[in-house]
């Protein structure tokens, strides 16, 4: 067998320019997703040079399971404190937003530096440092490679959620411990959903690919349901839903059987809903893993079954 040389090159050897030649290459979505899938986040590229109050990013995407703002830097040579004063006035200016700082390479203090953000900085604010790179074997295309080298601390996050646990009622507490054992249940199955950190909150968002829609579990402790949905959030969400009912309802009921219930939720002006529901307790633990199982396969075929849809429509 014969095996090629991998063979690193120079950036600029494909990217002559930043602004004018790798941003719009990232900006592409099947490039913007090889970003997405090293950092665990669904990427919708928005705009690139975006004007975001008085601020300005390379790229400006969205998080499609929470509609989260994600800036991107990006710089073809070693990181500088001009771009470092960049991410920070960001952080600064916006109340959420996860920061993507990509550099042909990190200096050790700027990456102590964005650790010590990460650090001292609650989860509505996320940074990543990204190293990019170019390969190629023989005469191949030349292939792009993100490696993270610094990125939010879930380990200490978690610790002081902790702490922080001791100030949450029962039900909190039990959501917070409920949606943990979910997240781990998914991934010792090796779901391909892109899941996110748990909250104490009675709900659980997964991405679906496009802004303004996202999938969510979600348990009621008071009536004893847990439900999956499609949920569409934006101004024209009435609009996606009457398109959305008008294309497949009746394949919906189908696919996905006749305890599927459509709600276009007439008296919120920018929420629709498409949803299953089981009878289930939040405080029966020894049933939780029957639940998470119902969550985990219903989640999934939503997902199958919605996901280009939703991108189409």
Known sequence: MNLGKLQKLELKSVWKHEAQSFTPWLAREENIAILGDEIGIDLEVQSQEERVGPFRADIFCKDTANDRYVLIENQLEKTDHTHLGQIMTYAAGLNAVTIIWISSKFTEEHRAALDWLNNITDESVEFFGIEVELYRIGNSDPAPKFS??????????????????A?????????LA??????????AKGTFLRLQKPSPQHWYAVSIGRSGFHLSGSVNSQKNLITVQLVMMSN???????????????????????????????????TSTVYQSIPAD????????????WMLETLERFHKYFRDKVRNI
């Open 148 to 165: 993270i080298v610094s990125k939010p601390n879930d380990w200490s996050r978690t610790i002081r959620r902790r702490a922080a646990n």
């Open 167 to 175: 100030e949450l009622s029962d039900t909190k507490q039990e959501q």
């Open 178 to 187: 409920y949606w943990t054992a979910f997240k781990e249940f998914a991934e």
């Open 236 to 270: 024209t969400a009435k609009t996606s839903y009457q398109k959305l009912y008008s294309l497949y309802y009746e394949d919906s009921m189908k696919v996905l059987g006749d305890s599927l219930l459509w709600d276009e939720l007439p008296d919120a002006k920018s």
């Open 282 to 293: 939040l405080f029966d633990k020894s049933s939780w893993k029957n639940q998470h199982q």
